[in-house]
């Protein structure tokens, strides 16, 4: 599968984007899938990820703590895709925001997307 990552642009400091992560096949064999982001000089950070496969009350889903509250991770599995919404965004959050998918399947590989650009402008 191949992932299409799009919804990234220029906000201002407490504006809101969301990110969409569409695949070009099921992702239904992909139980974890989240969001990476690296910003210019920085080591790449999780922002968000869900695994499908836990059934908790948070529904598998982590956030980093630098997003907590602000972020909101979604899986539409009918329409193959992966949501991000960033609401009160911050110039800290100024990156190349990437998705991912991790097979179930320990013999399959980690599929990666192409960047999309967020910034934030204060």
């Known amino acids: 599968v191949q992932l299409q990552a799009s919804g990234g642009g220029l906000v201002q400091v407490g504006g809101s984007l969301r990110l969409s992560c569409v695949a070009s096949?099921?992702?239904?064999?992909?139980?974890?899938m989240g969001w990476y982001r690296q910003a210019p000089g920085k080591q790449r950070e999780m922002v968000a990820a869900?695994?499908?496969?836990?059934?908790?009350?948070?529904?598998?889903?982590h956030y980093a703590d630098s997003v907590k509250g602000r972020f909101t991770l979604s899986r539409d599995n009918a329409k193959n895709t992966l949501y991000l919404q960033m609401n009160n965004l911050k110039p800290e959050d100024t990156a190349v925001y990437h998705c991912?998918?991790?097979?179930?399947?320990?013999?399959?590989?980690?599929?990666w997307g192409q960047g999309t650009l967020v910034t934030v402008s204060s």
């Open positions: 991912t998918a991790v097979p179930r399947s320990f013999g399959d590989s980690t599929v």
């Open positions: 869900v695994n499908s496969d836990v059934r908790t009350a948070d529904g598998g889903t």
């Open positions: 096949g099921s992702i239904l064999p992909y139980n974890v």
